[in-house]
């Protein structure tokens, strides 16, 4: 009974948090709503049988794509708690072979995650409709720009949403104003974007808090005065709930009301925020905040508009003009608030989005920044905001009108809900295992409502709706040409990586003079020697003593749990001392590192003594099998660690207090020292690893474990290929551009890969490559 009363404060918790987050842009609509349905010919139509057929609309929308679609139904088709477009291609990629991930594993189906979200597609057979997406490799493409096509549409929403909602909440002050051209209305709302945008690297932790009060207050403020004008102006207003207005709505306004459903879409607009933000709450907490919150405020809203209108024909469209005078200062307050709240929930679902695609090799590298005080999953990306803002200006300044906005924000929202249901289908029939038919049939309702608002809001397209068209397709050519240079370039890797029988026929030494400290290799190859080392070994006459093949992944999971994310293994023989550490993270973890060298050196000597206990390579191999070793019970128990003093270890020369000495000269010691101090006020003093007093059968062991702790010691240099790609010469001209000129460009626009993995400057060292593609 505990556990149960527990349950049900956290449900109530979450909802309460939900309000702030989740509803924010669904809650700002009715700012808009009415007047883009009235605004254009339909105006001419503005009678009682107008107004409540238009109400009929907006009801029935409201209530079929939102409730059914998104809060009772999408809500279930979530990835182990997370929502979103890149969870349902999550959850596809891991129930059928559609991912376009290049270095996959089976060891990677073992992840406790893999199979968490209770579907499992083991002993099922496959549907026929399954195994043609999965044997053509077009088809998969096809999946792939489906889903970066969503993508590209949740940034133009990230560019839009903005723009329209504040320029909406303050439109009221136009006519308070006398303000004819609306100049004064859009400098105050760039003031308010600016201000926004600035204030994001901060986050949003500090007033989190006041999210969720302005929304509950805005949510029932807008209801209370709905409810004022169903009293004071039209208590018939009721009727139209009835389907039959819709019918008489059409009979009357016949083509002009086809086109004023353009407008009517716009009830659902933030829909898709529900869906991409369950991971920050539950199903059963959002599905409480809607159904008795969140959906009778809207309603009764809308309803008391409707009122409204029909008993006041020549009337401001404007929301403000149903509001009673003595309150209109306080709803534009109230307005602007809740419209900053709105934005900043869809600009942090942007970087969150963009985030999900970095890590799934679809967009350039930028520099993502969490932190530890943050609400779980925010994330701030500096370039993206900065593009945000230039672009959410540029529109409010060059529209200065909300109807125009309104159209390129509808066609943004309906063309990624339509998308949301297409991937849907696929997850009924592949990942919940339904019939064909019943997932054509869930396609073939929700979908005909939306395509049928789609074709008209295409309409609209010289009217505004051709801002979401050039925003769309400039980022999804980003994403896409990213995304191509970059298999093409793991491609090359995995076709000249090198023989294992070149590195075993160079001998322990590798042919080379081999010196104190660890080399970090970075590949993207998850098997096999890079050319980046033979590179480095061909140019150089000396390597590390200890060589670590070290491979960043992602996998189709949102979260990759510690103790599975380093995989272990060994390269050629024991006396090359060469490992593998292939480091796995999920599609929404955001990557720390650092205590990076620590948890690399402690997973191999836990590899190392895992091995000594007989757990030998099962195949035979060279390139040997992959260990998760942080699931030993063992695992930290064998070594003694404590933290050393940096600025003693520089200032002594005699070397580690427990095992050889360091090949470094103080002076280097000392510089080094000084610039891990400076560089970050968050350095950690150097942990130092000691071997407790084990009895070895095997004495090569011990010998194997004291070099890899004094290797640590010495220290750690990162080595990454620094390469220059081109396409052949015999490659069409399409390829050439897209090579050449497209992603050079974007490689040379981008973070680097050191700063994205957070490499130290004074231990790196970049290796120049050349790649023909």
């Known amino acids: 009974m505990v556990d149960n009363k527990r349950t049900c404060k956290q449900i109530l918790l979450l909802a309460y948090q939900s309000f ?19 605004s254009g010919r339909l105006g001419n139509f503005q009678n009682e049988d107008a107004v409540f057929g238009a109400f009929s609309l907006i009801f029935w929308t409201f209530t079929l794509l939102s409730l059914f679609k998104y809060v009772i139904i999408l809500l279930n088709a979530d990835d182990n708690g ?18 376009l991930l290049p270095n996959h594993q089976a060891a990677d189906e ?22 043609f997406m999965e044997s053509r490799k077009k088809a998969k493409t096809g999946l792939l720009l489906v889903v970066l096509l969503g993508t590209a549409l949740v940034f133009c929403l990230g560019v839009l949403t903005p723009a ?58 807008i209801a209370a005065v709905g409810i004022y004008n169903i009293v004071k102006w039209n208590p018939r207003v009721y009727q139209a709930l009835s389907p039959y207005y819709i019918y008489k709505f059409f009979r009357e306004t016949g083509k002009d009301g086809w ?38 405020c809207l309603v009764l809203q809308y309803m008391g508009r409707a009122a409204f209108l029909s008993r006041n024909f020549s009337a401001p469209l404007n929301f403000y003009a149903s509001v009673p005078d003595l309150l209109f200062w306080p709803f534009i307050v109230l307005a602007t608030l809740a ?29 993502v920044v969490h932190k530890s005080r943050w609400i779980r999953g925010q994330v701030y990306i500096p370039e993206i905001n900065w593009v945000l803002m230039i672009l959410s200006l540029a529109v409010t300044v060059g529209f200065q009108d909300t109807l125009r906005l309104a159209n390129a924000y509808g066609l943004a929202s309906m063309a990624l809900a339509f998308i949301t249901t297409c991937l849907t289908t696929l997850v009924i029939n592949f990942v919940w295992h339904r019939s064909l038919i019943f997932a054509l049939l869930f396609a073939l309702f929700f979908g005909s409502i939306e395509i049928m608002y789609l074709s008209l809001v295409c309409v609209q397209i010289p009217k505004g709706g051709w801002t979401s068209v050039m925003l769309t397709a400039v980022f999804l050519v980003i994403m896409f040409v990213w995304h191509y240079g970059s298999r093409r370039r793991y491609l090359y890797d995995q076709h000249n990586k090198v023989s294992m029988k070149w590195i075993l026929n160079q001998g322990p030494s590798l042919g080379v003079i081999r010196a104190p400290g660890i080399g970090l290799i970075f590949t993207g190859l998850a098997n096999g020697v890079p050319a980046t080392f033979t590179h480095f070994l061909t140019n150089l006459p000396a390597f590390y003593q200890v060589v670590v093949f070290v491979c960043f992944k992602t996998v189709p999971v949102p979260y990759v749990p510690h103790k599975e994310r380093y995989l272990i293994g060994r390269v050629g023989p024991k006396s090359h001392r060469m490992y593998r550490c292939i480091v796995r993270s999920g599609y929404k973890d955001v990557q720390n590192n650092v205590d990076f060298e620590n948890d690399l050196v402690m997973s191999i000597i836990e590899f190392i003594q895992l091995e000594a206990e007989g757990f030998e390579n099962p195949d035979g191999s060279v390139d040997g099998w992959l260990a998760v070793v942080r699931t030993s019970e063992k695992f930290g128990k064998r070594l003694a660690t404590s933290e050393l003093d940096n600025r003693e270890e520089s ?8 095992i050889g000495s360091s090949s470094r000269s103080p002076a280097l010691q000392k510089l080094k020292s000084l610039y891990e101090w400076e560089s970050s006020s968050s350095f950690r003093p150097p942990v130092q690893l000691k071997l407790v007093d084990t009895k070895f059968k095997d004495m090569r062991v011990k010998e194997e474990l004291l070099e890899l702790i004094e290797a640590k010691y010495v220290g750690m240099s990162y080595i990454i290929g620094h390469s ?23 490689r040379k626009n981008c973070r680097s890969s050191a700063v994205v993995l957070n490499i130290p400057h004074i231990c790196l060292i970049e290796v120049g490559m050349n790649y023909y593609l």
């Open 20 to 38: 702030g987050i989740a509803f924010a842009d669904l809650s700002i609509s009715p700012l808009y709503v009415y007047k883009s349905i009235f």
């Open 82 to 99: 997370e929502g979103g477009i890149f969870s349902l291609y999550a959850l596809l990629c891991r129930h059928a072979k559609f991912g």
């Open 110 to 131: 073992e992840l406790s995650t893999y199979h968490a979200s209770g579907y499992s597609s083991r002993n099922i057979p496959s549907s026929p409709l399954k195994s």
């Open 164 to 221: 329209i909602s504040v320029l909406s909440s303050i439109d009221g002050l136009q006519i308070r104003l006398h303000d004819k051209h609306g100049g004064m209305v859009v400098f105050i709302a760039c003031l308010v974007l600016i201000g926004h945008f600035v204030l994001q690297y901060r986050g949003t932790y500090k007033v989190a808090f006041l999210f969720a009060p302005i929304l509950i207050l805005w949510l029932l403020s």
């Open 259 to 296: 086109i004023s459903l353009a407008g009517v879409l716009l009830c659902v607009t933030g829909s898709q925020t529900i869906f991409q933000d369950l991971g920050q709450f539950t199903a059963a907490s959002i599905r409480l905040a809607f159904c008795f919150v969140v959906y009778p």
């Open 339 to 367: 419209a900053i709240v709105a934005s900043q929930a869809v600009i942090s679902a942007t970087f969150s989005t963009v985030k999900q695609c970095y890590a799934l090799g679809c967009f350039p590298r930028v520099k």
């Open 651 to 658: 200032s002594s020369s005699s070397g580690p207090p427990f």
């Open 724 to 746: 220059r790609i081109k396409a052949k010469w015999n490659a069409s001209f399409l390829k050439r551009f897209v090579i050449n000129v497209a992603y050079s460009f974007l």
